[in-house]
């Protein structure tokens, strides 16, 4: 990793901002000891809490300003109000060269529509995705886009196969990712014309990953394959879902251990196993999805995490920018890219 990498952060953005932002980073800068950070925001809230870090004091730039986008705020009002808001003069950053990546744990609309303003998109794709990691029985997938296009044609569909797979390749380490669309059956004949036209280009392109075919949503689980690509609308309602299951069943879990005595005595018996199933499904460890398809490396951090998760989407923005994953998606662009393709055709 370059010694001279440095992290942007949208140091008001988020519920419980600046707290946790400086907090994370400290903790984030004990996994990455040469990262250096611009924190963006109101200098007189963040000085005295960097103060309490000694050893994040050397790796720290304030940038004041006094501006900060709400969660409230609609995107276009945001990018015609905002323009001295934290959150933009961090994404102004990483369009300047000053920054490798910006982490906000703002709002997520107006961070979608300043970056992609801002930074505009890599040469030969449409439309971001939003990118994230999900655990799953045999490890970690990628699911995307998780919300930043509410539907999407096939050859949208097809350039999220192709960004999903960087990723898996960048993060994971996979090196030939499988990747399946996400389908309401395996079966050919099923699905939205555009599902069904997209799994039509994957299977006639030449491309650097293994097209599984369609998965459905309890392949998810199980980790059918490294990539699950589907639109931004089913995405972000399967993501939901699943954090919600979560948490149903994490409360379903701590009822159930304080029902009876014998209850109780079960759970001093199995609190270990217990504490590395619960460090295994907290989605603080998964926080920080990434805008794919962006010049430039853009994550978004849950709004209410805490300083925990807020550090892992830090360190999504290190790793995105270490492995210079926009570089590795535009040589296979230009190799796998520009392909002449039969029209799909689709009962």
Do not use: W
């Not at 994971?172 to 036209?197: C, I």
Request: glycine fraction near 10%.
């Amino acid at each position: 990793m370059s010694p001279r990498l440095t992290i942007a952060l949208d140091a008001m953005g988020g519920d419980n901002a600046p707290d946790i932002v400086v907090e994370g980073a400290a903790l984030a800068r004990v996994r990455f000891p040469d990262v250096r950070f611009i924190l963006f925001g109101d200098e007189k809230r963040i000085a005295p809490l960097v103060e309490q870090h000694e050893k994040l004091k050397d790796s720290v730039t304030i940038h004041h300003t006094d501006d900060a986008v709400s969660s409230e705020e609609r995107p276009t009002v945001a990018l015609r109000q905002g323009r001295n808001s934290s959150m933009q003069l961090a994404i102004n950053a990483v369009n300047s060269g000053e920054a490798a990546g910006i982490v906000s744990a703002g709002n997520t609309g107006a961070l979608m529509a300043m970056a992609k303003v801002s930074l505009k998109m890599l040469p030969g794709i449409d439309r971001p995705a939003i990118a994230a990691p999900c655990p799953t029985k045999v490890g970690e997938s990628v699911m995307l886009d998780l919300g930043a296009n509410v539907e999407g044609n096939a050859d949208n569909l097809v350039q999220f196969g192709m960004l999903g797979a960087a990723f898996a390749r960048t993060v994971f380490g996979k090196e030939e990712p499988t990747v399946g669309l996400l389908n309401v059956g395996a079966e050919e004949v099923k699905g939205r014309d555009a599902v069904r036209q997209a799994a039509a280009i994957f299977k006639e392109r030449k491309l650097p990953f293994k097209f599984h075919g369609f998965v459905e949503g309890d392949d998810i689980g199980a980790g059918t394959v490294d990539v699950f690509v589907v639109d931004g609308f089913t995405g972000n309602v399967v993501l939901k879902t699943l954090e919600g299951t979560v948490r149903l069943y994490s409360e379903y879990l701590r009822q159930t251990f304080k029902s009876s005595l014998f209850a109780k005595l079960s759970y001093f018996l199995a609190r270990r196993a217990l504490a590395k199933m619960r460090a295994r499904i907290d989605p603080r460890r998964y926080n920080g999805a990434t805008f794919l398809g962006l010049n430039g490396v853009v994550v978004k951090s849950h709004g209410g995490t805490d300083a925990f998760g807020f550090a892992n989407a830090i360190g999504v923005a290190v790793d995105m920018a270490a492995n210079d994953i926009n570089e590795f998606i535009m040589r296979e662009l230009a190799e796998y890219g520009d392909q002449e393709v039969p029209q799909a055709q689709v009962g």
